[in-house]
């Protein structure tokens, strides 16, 4: 149980593009939802946090208009890289905890999408 | 939430136990100690998490002292499959249920 799925898992674009990376809860409902990224050699950084049917909330330092976050059911959180260029290069992580009333339920993380942009 | 500390690196020998500690000494009374894996450029693997009493699970064992200033995750049986980065994350019941990665234990498990 508890599976969280991130879609895709690599990709390769040029500079200028957008590109969108989708994270879903596969087998539990999912309010809030994580982003992170992490450079090579790194830990994971946390981006922002996605709330369903509310806007996202994003950490000090990490652009709103860069990175858009929509969470728009129990189960869906996008990310989308505007204007995409080489140093947003990057391995993209999301993460979901399943919506229940006590909240010391573990996150549960996707595989990653490996952005690189040429 | 509480900062944490833990070696950049350990090896282990296959077969042997792995004790992994971490250092959490300003943790608060609702915050729980909470550790994860991550094996080359995969995702965090939830390995387990406690507040105050010892936990154990198919994966592993998670001691953490009275005082609740430090914690130990054990893999009992470490497998060359257990070679990955560790993180002790420590998070409050009350937050933004937000976890902040610090830099981990990197574990090689030597055949």
Redesign the interface.
């Known amino acids: 149980g508890a599976v969280v799925s991130q879609h895709p898992s690599w990709v390769i674009c040029k500079s200028g593009t957008s590109v969108k990376i989708e994270c879903r809860s596969l087998d539990f409902q999912a309010t809030t939802m994580f982003w992170y990224r992490q450079f090579p050699k790194q830990s994971l950084m946390l981006m922002a946090t996605s709330n369903e049917g509310s806007k996202a909330t994003y950490e000090q330092g990490v652009e709103k208009d860069k990175f858009l976050i929509n969470h728009a059911s129990l189960t869906l959180s996008t990310l989308t890289v505007t204007s995409a260029h080489p140093e947003d290069s990057s391995f993209y992580i999301c993460s979901a905890r399943q919506t229940v009333s006590y909240s010391n339920q573990p996150q549960h993380f996707g595989d990653g999408t490996r952005l690189s942009i040429l | 939430d509480a900062k944490t500390t833990q070696p950049t690196s350990m090896d282990c020998a296959e077969g042997r136990a792995a004790n992994l500690p971490c250092n959490h000494s300003t943790i608060s009374g609702n915050e729980?100690v909470?550790w994860?894996r991550?094996i080359h450029?995969?995702?965090?693997?939830?390995i387990i998490?406690g507040?105050k009493n010892n936990e154990t699970n198919e994966m592993a064992s998670l001691i953490i002292t009275e005082d609740r200033k430090s914690s130990t995750l054990i893999l009992p049986h470490a497998t060359l499959r257990d070679t990955a980065v560790y993180?002790c994350i420590v998070r409050g019941?009350?937050t933004?249920?937000?976890?902040?990665?610090?830099?981990?234990t990197s574990l090689t498990v030597i055949p």
């Open positions: 729980y909470y994860y991550q450029s995969q995702g965090p693997q939830y998490h507040l993180y019941r009350n933004g249920n937000q976890f902040y990665f610090g830099t981990g």
